[in-house]
């Protein structure tokens, strides 16, 4: 059974940092191109960011380029998203997400992990 | 990037009534178009990609169509289950992969 499992979210003031961390289970990691999408509370969903199998290619939204950097540890199976210069519109859940190559979908889901920035 | 435009934002409907939902793209993203399911609290998951292939576990009354810009979500006969927000998104190509707004539907 396919999981992932995010972590790390959290109350950071802006301008801040905070890592987020997601455990994959279920599935061969290494091979599997992962990203991150998030959703303000009763808002749509935003694509982030996303990284190849081998971690050598990264994609990010212009809302966080410069910002955010995704990487990712093959040998733990855990994807991480690494945020500074955190603003309001930050304050976000944060879905973790594989992308599935063959069918180019998000087939799978983490439960998501609140950041709040607020002083 | 490309944009991604749904209607209508909300839809209220019965159960047993079929109901549409449509995905616009400001510009041909050809097939690369997946609808996503969300209930209240909820991450979430994938109904339909490629435009009109059900993912493995949906039920067959939820089906998908269109190519090129204009593409439609379709509901056979609503059940209490599908009461939920609804988004389109585009992989057409390689990243932003965007999402539409989402359209809400809700029991009437």
Redesign the interface.
């Known amino acids: 059974e396919v999981q992932l499992l995010e972590s790390g979210g959290g109350l950071v003031q802006p301008g801040g940092s905070l890592r987020l961390s997601c455990a994959a289970s279920g599935f061969t990691f290494s091979n599997s191109i992962m990203g991150w999408v998030r959703q303000a509370p009763g808002k ?4 982030v960011s ?1 990284i190849s199998g081998s971690g050598t290619m990264t ?1 990010y ?2 809302s966080v380029k410069g910002r955010f950097n995704i990487s990712r540890d093959n040998s733990k199976s855990t994807l991480y998203l690494q945020m500074h210069s955190l603003r309001d519109e930050d304050t976000t859940i944060y ?1 973790c997400v594989k992308f ?1 190559l063959v ?5 799978y ?4 992990t609140l950041v709040t920035v607020s002083s | ?1 490309i944009q991604m435009t749904q209607s209508p934002s909300s839809l209220s409907a019965s159960v047993g009534d079929r109901v549409t939902i449509t995905c616009r793209a400001s510009q041909s993203i050809r097939t ?1 178009l ?1 609808w ?1 399911q969300q209930k209240p609290g909820k ?4 109904l339909i ?2 435009a009109s ?1 059900l ?1 493995s576990g949906v039920p067959s009354r939820f089906s998908g169509s269109g190519s090129g810009t204009d593409f439609t979500l379709t509901i056979s006969s609503l059940q209490p289950e599908d009461f939920a927000t609804y ?1 389109c ?1 585009q ?1 057409y190509s ?9 359209t809400k539907l809700e029991i009437k």
Not at chain 2, 43 to 46: G, R, S, T, V
């Open positions: 749509g969903l935003e694509w996303s994609y939204a212009d879905y599935h069918i180019l979908a998000f087939d889901w983490g439960l998501g | 990037d690369y997946n996503y991450a979430p998951h994938l990609y490629a292939s993912q988004f998104q992989s390689t990243p932003p992969y965007t999402f539409g707004q989402g």
